[in-house]
């Protein structure tokens, strides 16, 4: 379960943000993940819930939001989104080529929005 060890990643970089802009009460976080981070939404949040029980982020809502996996086709250079993320093969849907893609998006992995006052 990595997810534990990005919410305290998560509450350093809020603490130096906060610090930064002096506000002291979190109300809300948005974390935005990509879908190669192998995130699962539900244990982020549980590790965000367990973690921040009597801290100064207690209450705080955490809300996240998955990114999908783009790639750009190796061989005609057209973007799309895979069927099936699990499969060793993706085909591009425009000229099959199955090898050679280059992922555009879905390894994302950062804080889009902090709310505090």
């Keep these: 379960m990595h997810e534990m060890s990005i919410v305290q ?3 350093d970089i809020i603490r130096q943000e906060m610090g930064r802009h002096g506000v002291t009460r979190l109300l809300a976080v948005r974390v935005v ?3 190669l981070t192998n995130v699962v939404p539900e244990a982020l949040e549980f590790a965000w819930e367990v973690m921040t029980k009597d801290t100064d982020m207690e209450g705080a809502r955490l809300e996240t939001e998955e990114i999908p996996l783009k790639l750009r086709c190796g061989g005609c250079r057209r973007e799309f989104e895979p069927e ?3 499969a060793v093969l993706a085909p591009c849907p425009v ?3 199955q090898i050679g893609h280059e992922v ?3 390894r994302e992995l950062h804080i889009a929005h902090i709310e505090a006052e």
């Design 104 to 106: 555009v998006a879905g």
């Design 33 to 35: 993940h990509g879908r």
């Design 95 to 97: 000229c099959g080529e």
């Design 84 to 86: 099936d993320i699990t």
């Design 9 to 11: 990643s998560l509450q």
